[in-house]
T-cell receptor, first 115, second 109 residues
């Protein structure tokens, strides 16, 4: 099946620094990718929809200046958490929509810990 | 606004028993419905995708049904094994994706 690679799988950073997470579709082109956040024992929360070549669409309540999304190519989307704070610590997951059936494939997730 | 509900929230069964996981959604105008598995601390693994025009999909011991008119999908897992222990999520696609909170399954050896 289709593979989505997410990197890094875990990262620890100091408060105030920025962290970039990459999401790559390895064997298909994805015009649409999604970024999610998951708190412990809770469901995924959609943060934003990333469309190649255009600005991301953010869900209500998600700060677009804090969570910068760039979908510069058909196989890569990045999420940058700017000026990270401890409350940004979470599990971030990306997914990519694979043609032609629109099946969704997920990355393995990135665990961010902000000290 | 689409709302997706999964019942039960948790399920514990002895090995060999069949599993039945339920997913309901409020708006039947969907594009597709997908079932995922999530292991602790991991990303999601796609299990089955059902297009809106389909009524069921099967893969090995897994069978998922879709009844759009009643807003329901059911995931059946036959002859459960300890390795089936995980959280199972359903996601409904209309103009966006909506996830249920998941059903956490424990299969006891």
């Amino acid at each position: 099946g289709a593979v989505v690679s997410q990197h890094p799988s875990w990262v620890i950073c100091k408060s105030g620094t920025s962290v970039k997470i990459e999401c790559r579709s390895l064997d298909f082109q994805a015009t649409t990718m999604f970024w999610y956040r998951q708190f412990p024992k809770q469901s995924l929360m959609l943060m934003a929809t990333s469309n190649e070549g255009s600005k991301a669409t953010y869900e209500q309540g998600v700060e677009k200046d804090k969570f910068l999304i760039n979908h510069a190519s058909l196989t890569l989307s990045t999420l940058t958490v700017t000026s990270a704070h401890p409350e940004d610590s979470s599990f971030y997951i990306c997914s990519a929509l694979a043609p032609p059936a629109g099946e969704l494939f997920f990355g393995e997730g990135s665990r961010l810990t902000v000290l | 606004k689409q709302e997706v509900t999964q019942i039960p929230a948790a399920l514990s069964v002895p090995e060999g028993e069949n599993l039945v996981l339920n997913c309901s959604f409020t708006d039947s105008a969907i594009y597709n419905l997908q079932w995922f598995r999530q292991d602790p601390g991991k990303g999601l693994t796609s299990l089955l995708l059902i297009q809106s025009s389909q009524r069921e999909q099967t893969s090995g011991r897994l069978n998922a049904s879709l009844d759009k008119s009643s807003g329901r999908s059911t995931l059946y897992i036959a002859a459960s094994q300890p390795g089936d222990s995980a959280t199972y999520l359903c996601a409904v696609a209309d103009y966006k994706l909506s996830f249920g909170a998941g059903t956490t399954v424990t299969v006891r050896a």
